[in-house]
């Protein structure tokens, strides 16, 4: 079993920064790949970011590529999604899964947290 808690949402205005963590435990878990996923209101989850908690690969959208850094803290047990040059199509709640293999798709995740509202105002 896989535990994972978002944290570091938040209200900022467009083209500011803003961190979120993902704490998590559980069995294995740095045999895991810890994906970030993001949705807005009326849309579907969509593929933010990726890492393989063994060797770092790491992956992006394109829509976030350049702006959003994934990183991991070994000794924390911990994810991070740093986000720079935020837009108002930022804006979603922001969800961390865990996974066999880093994947663009929701379904090849097993385990999520339950999300962190990120709100970006124009």
């Known amino acids: 079993q896989v535990q994972l808690v978002e944290s570091g949402g938040g209200l900022v205005q467009a083209g500011g920064t803003l961190g979120l963590s993902c704490a998590a435990s559980?069995?294995?878990?740095?045999?895991?790949?810890i994906g970030w996923f993001r949705q807005a209101p009326g849309k579907e989850r969509e593929f933010v970011a990726a890492?393989?908690?063994?060797?770092?690969?790491?992956y992006y959208a394109d829509s976030v590529k350049g702006r959003f850094t994934i990183s991991r803290d070994n000794a924390k047990n911990t994810l991070q999604l740093q986000m720079n040059s935020l837009k108002p199509e930022d804006t979603a709640v922001y969800y961390c899964?865990?996974?066999?293999?880093?994947?663009?798709?929701?379904?090849?995740?097993?385990?999520w947290g339950q999300g962190t509202q990120v709100t970006v105002s124009s």
């Open positions: 899964a865990a996974g066999s293999v880093p994947r663009i798709t929701p379904h090849a995740y097993d385990y």
């Open positions: 559980g069995r294995n878990i740095r045999q895991y790949a």
């Open positions: 890492i393989s908690w063994i060797g770092g690969s790491t």
